[in-house]
């Protein structure tokens, strides 16, 4: 069971990214996913969410009409698309699965983090 996220990097102010979370060993589609971000000396910070059914969504203020997280269960794998980035988005991006069926609710899974720079 894994979870890699890839697609982050360096970009400038106004810019965008699409960050993606790849999963192996376990279906997507009855998970819950979230992404979270830590900047250096800050707590974790829950950026959004999306759910296995329907698909609906949350974002945190700070990043929402900016941001959308959308799956593609075909290729098992959940994305986060930034635009118009800000330098305060800058920090270490984390995908986290949570188990949304009874059968996997125990199941909770996170990757190892992609670093978002937002800078001149």
């Known amino acids: 069971v894994q979870l890699v996220e890839s697609g982050g990097g360096l970009v400038q102010p106004g810019g965008s990214l699409r960050l993606s979370c790849a999963a192996s060993?376990?279906?997507?589609?009855?998970?819950?996913v979230r992404w979270h971000r830590q900047a250096p000396g800050k707590e974790r910070e829950l950026v959004a969410s999306?759910?296995?059914?329907?698909?609906?969504?949350n974002y945190a203020d700070s990043v929402k009409g900016r941001f959308t997280i959308y799956g593609d269960n075909a290729k098992n794998t959940v994305y986060l698309r930034m635009n118009s980035m800000k330098p305060e988005d800058t920090a270490v991006y984390y995908c986290?699965?949570?188990?949304?069926?009874?059968?996997?609710?125990?199941?909770?899974?996170w990757g190892q983090g992609t670093q978002v720079t937002v800078s001149s």
């Open positions: 986290n699965a949570w188990g949304y069926y009874p059968d996997v609710a125990d199941n909770d899974y």
């Open positions: 060993g376990f279906t997507f589609s009855r998970y819950g």
């Open positions: 999306i759910t296995s059914v329907g698909g609906g969504t």
